[in-house]
């Protein structure tokens, strides 16, 4: 089996969409999150435990790939990673 893969979509201010997708295949997903750390949490609860890693997306661009542990226990932390990161490159696209 492939790496998980959580994308989150940001519809509008404090509505996110998120999936979690193994190559293809969506497993699980639900939208009405209202940050992307709840669209992380959320996600983490639908990927097996024994996975170590899991692919990030947000608003199609990929954001890298974190250890489960680290989004498990710093969930805020990696959101807020993830935000500054899609600012830095959304002047480019």
Known sequence: MSTPH???Q???V???E???LYGQDKIDGE???TSI???LVSALGVIPEDEKLAEITYRGIHM???HILQ???YAEGVSERIVDFYAELAPHL
């Open 14 to 16: 404090g509505l996110y």
């Open 6 to 8: 959580i994308v989150i």
């Open 71 to 73: 989004i498990q226990e």
């Open 64 to 66: 890298g790939t974190f």
């Open 18 to 20: 998120w999936l979690v």
């Open 10 to 12: 940001r519809h509008d």
């Open 31 to 33: 939208a009405g999150d």
């Open 37 to 39: 750390t709840e669209c």
